[in-house]
Nanobody, 124 residues
Framework: QLQFVESGGGLVQPGGSLRLSCAAS????????IGWFRQAPGKEREGVSC????????MYADSVKGRFTISRDNAKRTVYLQMNSLKPEDTGVYYC?????????????????WGKGTLVTVSS
């Protein structure tokens, strides 16, 4: 089955850090832009960050700028999201997907290969 497998979520105290991973299953990341999304309880899913294939374009939601860092290892077919200085409002299920863009651009318009997500809970 072609999908992403997200991991690395868990329970963390405010101010803590987590590193999420998004591994491609059944396909490579060649020429794909990838996006991270999250869905908080009772809210719609929102774009958090995205990265183009060549890393020429990286975007962050205003709410996570300066705290989150996206990266990718195409050889390992994995995209990462380093999350620092976590806040309770960062709580939610985090997903990744192929997004519109490609080699030199990325957007929050998700196209395919959604995973099942990984739960991040920020609470004291």
């Amino acid at each position: 089955q072609l999908q992403f497998v997200e991991s690395g979520g868990g329970l963390v105290q405010p101010g803590g850090s987590l590193r999420l991973s998004c591994a491609a299953s059944g396909f490579t990341l060649d020429y794909y832009a990838i996006g991270w999304f999250r869905q908080a309880p009772g809210k719609e899913r929102e774009g958090v960050s995205c990265i183009s294939f060549s890393v020429a374009r990286i975007m962050y939601a205003d709410s996570v700028k300066g705290r989150f860092t996206i990266s990718r290892d195409n050889a390992k077919r994995t995209v990462y999201l380093q999350m620092n200085s976590l806040k309770p409002e960062d709580t939610g299920v985090y997903y990744c997907a192929v997004v519109q863009g490609g080699s030199s651009d990325c957007t929050y318009n998700a196209l395919r290969y959604w995973g099942k997500g990984t739960l991040v809970t920020v609470s004291s």
